[in-house]
């Protein structure tokens, strides 16, 4: 059974500081890409960073979340992680893990991220 197990979301003040963490497991294939999006209501799911399992971990991140956010993956745990810093009321929204094999895509059940002003 494949899972995608994801914690670390919750309130926080703006300026502050949460890491999102994914463990994804039941998976047989190689994991190439590993990923955080996220979605708010009644708005089209969108990319927050990926990472991918070789050279080095190559990252890419949303340009709205540059300099504050960081991505980082621990291959042998399949485990994927979101260092996300002086956060915003904008970034309020329910987060979601990816996890991209050569033939299928596996999504988290997402988890929400609130940001007061």
């Known amino acids: 059974q494949v899972q995608l197990v994801e914690s670390g979301g919750g309130l926080v003040q703006a300026g502050g500081s949460l890491r999102l963490s994914c463990a994804a497991s039941g998976i047989n294939d190689v994991i190439n890409v590993m990923g955080w999006y996220r979605q708010a209501p009644g708005k089209q799911r969108e990319l927050v960073a990926t990472?991918?399992?070789?050279?080095?971990?190559?990252?890419n991140y949303a340009d709205f979340v540059k300099g504050r956010f960081t991505i980082s993956r621990d291959n042998a745990k399949n485990t994927v992680y979101l260092q996300m810093n002086s956060l915003k009321p904008e970034d309020t929204d329910v987060y979601y893990c990816?996890?991209?094999?050569?033939?299928?895509?596996?999504w988290g059940q997402g988890t929400q991220v609130t940001v007061s002003s």
């Open positions: 990816k996890a991209q094999t050569p033939w299928r895509v596996y």
């Open positions: 990472i991918t399992n070789t050279n080095g971990g190559r990252t």
